[in-house]
């Protein structure tokens, strides 16, 4: 997976991302990318996942998760919206950025000190993932997840 990179969102990349798709299953999850690359929020960054050169993926940081989550202090971030295009699920892409992710957003937010995340208690792939990137189970749920009750894993900076 050497070729596999992060970067942020730049208009060159919006078509290419539009044409990302989940499977079925998973949009209750994540969405699809086309649902959320056309909402401009100042507190959401859209970062894009490339192999190579080709968007494969993406996610979102909410620089404002604390907000609408008390688990959350104003030093963390929130990562949502992670998804990998369905022709490309498989090969390792989604643990390999998990473990790009502390280095990464490190660099591109130098200021905050974790990442936090909700991953739903169905989504056991989804939370391995995380897990084997460097997260850590907080041992705590929310139960006001939009698809049931959730894991609360978070991603130390510092």
Known sequence: MNNISLVPFENQHRAALKA?????????????????????????DIHVILDGSA??????????????????????????????????????????????LKEYLSHQYPTKTAVILTVNLRNSVAKNIYLHGGF???????????????HILKLPLI
Do not use: C, W
Request: proline share 5%.
């Open 55 to 100: 968007p494969v993926g993406m996610f979102r940081i909410d620089k404002n998760y604390h907000q609408d989550h008390i688990f959350a202090d104003s030093t963390a971030l929130g990562l949502r919206t992670f998804l990998i295009d369905q022709a490309h699920q498989g090969r390792g892409i989604a643990k390999t950025v998990a473990s790009q």
């Open 136 to 150: 850590i189970d907080t041992d705590a749920q929310y139960m006001a997840g939009l698809v049931g009750p959730q």
């Open 20 to 44: 990302v798709r989940v499977r079925d299953d998973q949009v209750q999850f994540s969405g699809q990318p086309e649902d959320v690359i056309d909402i401009a929020l100042p507190n959401l």
